[in-house]
């Protein structure tokens, strides 16, 4: 059974979401966070949403003394880690921090993991790992890519590097998730994506748009070989996401071993239709113009999900519809984020 579990970067945009879930089916669930893309708010409208807390203890991944106190205060049964840098441009800036943070404080994590006996771990990794793929959807045994860029390598060692450690000792199980799009918010509106600056995802960007703050949306391409020429990406709802996490933990709770499971709702939208539903949920026109394709961005990428329904008994449940809604809530009730 698990009772507590141990979530880095619980107070941000994927964290908070896992942390409400998490306690809202009645596990404890300490937070590490350094908050270096997030704010503790996010923590605070979980309790008002759900009426629970999390510890939260404000730390880096890669200091080993955070790290061994809360294995030794706390009785972890298994670890969460989305702790990381995410950004795919400024990872091609700064690389060092990219492989700090993502390689070497995952690296820290499971050192201090199986310091204090704990074997049990959920890693997000990305459908980035495919690379440029040459079959749709994608299955988990699809070829690993090259990735283009640093974020994306960091993911893939990361990835490597859990395989070789289950190989070694049968005490590990881990699940590595490979999540397609995330967007959307929690229905509340009290929590969802707070990006630093401008946004360099599409719903973030599109919402800004919506609300004023953003000018236009720039449209990364209309000539790829897909239905109406933009990008198609497979957008998952955050809650969704959630639950497909829980689903996971339950199942590595019973089962060693690594096991890879992609989160995606199988279906794949265009940068138009995207837009088009965004209008339709909100009532506000996008301004967008045709602007030059992305350089490393693929035409088209979705997931083939059934080895997590087979496996996991998950689906992804809820429509672009609700995804849009829920975005469009969190965006114009929070038009500042989490700074009120
Ligand atoms: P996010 O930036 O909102 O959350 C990451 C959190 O980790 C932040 O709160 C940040 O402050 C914290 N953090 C970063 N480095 C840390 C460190 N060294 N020590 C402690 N805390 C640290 O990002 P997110 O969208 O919630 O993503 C969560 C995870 O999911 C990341 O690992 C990301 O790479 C992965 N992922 C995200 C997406 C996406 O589109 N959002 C897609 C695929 C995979
Ligand atoms: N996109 C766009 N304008 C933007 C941001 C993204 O046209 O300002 C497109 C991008 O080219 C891709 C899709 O939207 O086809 C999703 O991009 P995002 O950065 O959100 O996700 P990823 O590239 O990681 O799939």
Redesign the pocket.
């Known amino acids: 059974m698990t009772e507590t579990v141990l979530v ?2 619980g ?5 908070s979401h896992m942390t409400l879930s998490l306690l809202e089916a009645g596990i404890q669930v300490v937070v ?7 704010t503790a708010e996010s923590l605070r409208r979980i309790e008002r949403i759900c009426g629970k807390a999390p510890v939260f203890i404000q730390g ?3 200091n080993n003394a955070i790290l061994d106190n809360i294995f030794t205060e706390h009785r972890i049964d298994a670890v969460l880690h ?5 950004a795919v441009g400024e990872s091609v800036q700064k690389p060092l921090d990219y492989y700090s ?1 993502n390689v070497a ?1 995952s690296l820290n994590l499971y050192q201090a993991m199986a310091r204090a006996g704990v074997f049990h771990l959920v890693f ?1 990794s ?1 459908a980035t790992v495919y690379g440029e793929p040459e079959q749709m959807p994608i299955s988990e045994n699809a070829p690993i890519g090259t990735p283009t860029n640093p974020y994306g390598r960091s993911k893939l060692m990361v990835e490597e590097l859990l395989k070789d450690l289950a190989h070694s000792d049968p005490r590990w199980s881990i699940a590595l998730l490979r ?1 397609f ?2 967007i959307g918010a929690h229905e509340s509106g009290l929590i969802g994506e707070d990006p630093n600056g401008i946004p360099n ?1 599409l719903l973030p960007y599109i919402s800004q748009v919506s609300i004023g703050k953003l000018k236009e949306l720039a449209v990364f391409g209309n000539d790829y070989s897909t239905r109406d020429g933009t990008g198609i990406r497979d957008y998952i709802h955050v809650v969704d996401l959630a639950d497909g996490h829980l689903k996971a933990l339950q199942a590595i709770s019973t089962q060693s071993g690594i096991h890879v499971w992609n989160l995606g709702t199988g279906t794949g939208y265009s940068v138009l239709e995207m837009i088009k539903a965004f209008e339709h949920a909100s009532g506000v026109p996008v301004p967008y113009r045709i602007a030059p394709r992305r350089p490393g961005d693929i035409a088209e990428c979705w997931a083939d999900p059934s080895k997590a329904a087979r496996e996991l008994g998950w689906q992804a449940k809820r429509g672009l519809e609700e995804m849009m809604l829920d975005t469009w809530r969190w965006q114009s009730g929070n038009p500042q984020g989490y700074m009120e």
């Not at 989305?82 to 995410?86: D, E, N, Q």
Request: glycine residues 16%; hydrophobic residues 25%; aromatic residues 10%.
């Open positions: 880095t970067g107070a941000g945009y994927i964290g590490l966070d350094n908050l270096c893309n997030s880096d991944i890669r989305f702790a990381g840098l995410k943070n404080g997000s990305s999540y799009n995330p995802n």
